[in-house]
């Protein structure tokens, strides 16, 4: 099922992409670096805290196979099992050897110099081929790319609020001598726009939470695209009114595609249309995560519970916490805010 953010807010969904013409615009953007720490040992016998098992996972990730990582498509959810202690062992076997393989990464240690030194040397990956616009109305190079830019800085943002509150989980009666860096404080956004407390287990949810947000940042990793083609692409078929559209968790559909009009399109990736041009920079970006929050969606789909735009926020206000967690723009929201603070956008 594709799914299409239209310029005026609301996303329609379609079994088959509508063909409007021919031609196309491009775009790149960056991978994720940046040194990792972690407070506590990772791995086999370690401590495993869901903040220290994140970092760890996240750079296994961000380290390409060739290098002892893990790739792209390693799932980053926090809980240290046999999947993670393999790839900590593996990657250890890949730079130290066998006598060097005991499956943990300790703060300061080799494994966690190691991990950072490769870390540092990550190259941008492109995420959307360069090609020359046919269409004036279309964005330019420049355009598209700070959008991606935006949207993907946004993530991190959102990513790091996540991991900042995962420590004070579960201390609900804790007072800090800081407000600013206590748990009323950490929580804000997760219960503003997810209401984790008082709703299940919150470290389930929040797991969630920094899984879809990972796979988001995962499509960024994608050298060249993971398939061999480009996580981000110009609309091919220049639909009118839309501003950008994708397949339902279409990250796990890697090299699937339809033929519509003449034209090859992919289920494993986002197309940026023309009319994005019309939005201002910020709400292209919203857009941008918006849709990757469908594409990553699995195996609960995310969907369109409720928009900003529907009754001034009272819509979305009104969703029960199960359903912010599979609404995109919950996820669009949070990483707005996240990244910005003050009200995310209505359109």
């Not at 890949?94 to 060097?100: R, S």
Request: with cysteine; charged share 20%.
């Amino acid at each position: 099922m594709f799914v299409y953010k239209t310029i005026g807010g609301a996303c329609v969904k379609s079994a088959t992409p509508k063909s409007q013409g021919q031609g196309a615009a491009p775009a790149p953007a960056p991978s994720l670096g940046g040194a990792i720490a972690i407070q506590h040992p990772v791995g086999l016998r370690g401590r495993n805290l869901m903040a220290d098992v994140t970092q760890i996972q996240s750079a296994l990730a961000r380290i390409a196979p060739a290098e002892g990582g893990a790739g792209p498509r390693f799932e980053v959810d926090g809980h240290c099992g046999p999947k993670t202690n393999n790839a900590i062992q593996q990657f250890q076997i890949k730079h130290f050897g066998w006598k060097g393989a005991d499956g943990l990464v300790e703060p300061g240690r080799q494994t966690l110099q190691k991990l950072n030194a490769l870390l540092a040397r990550t190259a941008p990956a492109s995420v959307v081929a360069p090609t020359t616009p046919t269409n004036t109305g279309s964005l330019t190079q420049p355009e598209l790319r700070a959008a991606i830019e935006l949207a993907q800085r946004w993530i991190l943002s959102a990513q790091a609020t996540v991991l900042a509150a995962v420590p004070l989980l579960h201390d609900t009666g804790r007072v800090d001598g800081l407000q600013a860096f206590g748990r009323d404080a950490r929580m804000r956004l997760l219960n503003k726009h997810f209401q984790i407390d008082g709703h299940g287990i919150p470290t389930h949810r929040v797991q969630l939470i920094l899984r879809v947000f990972d796979r988001m940042r995962q499509v960024f990793q994608r050298p060249g695209g993971m398939w061999g083609e480009s996580a981000f692409e110009p609309d091919p078929l220049h639909t009118p009114g839309v501003a950008a559209y994708t397949w339902w968790g279409g990250f796990f559909l890697g090299g699937q595609s339809r033929k519509e009009a003449g034209h090859t399109i992919r289920l494993d990736t986002i197309y940026l249309c023309p009319d994005l041009k019309r939005l201002s920079e910020d709400i292209r970006a919203f857009v941008v995560v918006h849709e990757l929050a469908h594409f990553v969606g699995h195996p609960e789909y995310i969907d369109d519970h409720a928009y900003n735009f529907q009754g001034k926020g009272a819509k979305i206000q009104r969703l029960t916490p199960q359903l912010r967690l599979l609404n995109a723009e919950s996820y669009a929201n949070f990483a707005f805010e996240s990244a910005r603070g003050g009200e995310p956008p209505a359109f």
